[in-house]
């Protein structure tokens, strides 16, 4: 199968409906290496240096077998969503068993936080300097602890990961307008952060190159 059918919901769908076992496979393979990426990303900083990313995916195949029949008789949003959706249960609940006393173990900061932040930085032309960039970083980490789980993990699938705005919708089953609100609400917390110190070069100190 075609990395490219991965964009093609139809295709997937009609795989999984065709052969359920070698339809899941192939999804599997076709969204492995995100899968990780997305986990490894997620996976609290001290169950990380304990439990591998690998052994989360493999739970989330194990839940995809279990719960494939639901899904194929009621496919309402795409494969590639449903089994995000998955992956999502599997680490909220790998957390719960390993940090029963923890509030939120997941609203830590994380790589992809830090990804986020540069992907930010560089869409905007008038952040030039290191100094602004680490000022602008600044700036950036302290808006992202004041968001939402979900309206951060909101602006992570929109510009890291480029799903649509429906696609987001979906995954947290939520209408496309709320998720449309939040991600243009968490924009425009970034937008004033550009906008509203035009003096932030003039903190920085002179180049000495």
Not at 38 to 54: E, I, P, Q
Not at 59 to 80: G, K, W
Not at 96 to 109: D, G, S, T, V
Not at 179 to 192: Q, V
């Amino acid at each position: 199968m075609s990395t490219r059918s991965v964009d093609n919901p139809s295709k997937i769908l009609n795989n999984l409906q065709r052969d359920k076992a070698a339809g899941l496979a192939d999804l599997f393979e076709l969204q492995r290496s995100h899968l990780r990426h997305f986990l490894k990303c997620r996976l609290n900083k001290v169950l990380s240096n304990r439990l591998d990313a690998s052994d989360v995916i493999q739970e989330v195949y194990i839940r995809a077998q279990r719960n494939v029949d639901d899904y194929l008789a009621n496919p309402c949003v795409p494969p590639v969503i449903w089994l995000r959706q998955l992956a999502y249960n599997v680490l909220g609940d790998t957390h719960r068993r390993h940090f029963r006393q923890l509030r939120n173990p997941c609203h830590e900061q994380t790589d992809h936080d830090e990804e986020l932040i540069t992907n930010l930085i560089d869409s905007n032309d008038s952040v030039n300097t290191v100094c602004q960039r680490n000022e602008m970083a600044d700036r950036i980490r302290i808006m992202l602890r004041q968001l939402s789980q979900v309206d951060r993990e909101v602006l992570q699938l929109r510009h890291l990961e480029g799903y649509s705005i429906a696609e987001i919708a979906d995954m947290f089953e939520l209408n496309s307008e709320t998720i449309k609100k939040r991600y243009y609400r968490a924009l425009k917390r970034f937008r004033n952060i550009i906008e509203g110190d035009p003096c932030m070069e003039n903190r920085c100190p002179p180049s000495t190159s």
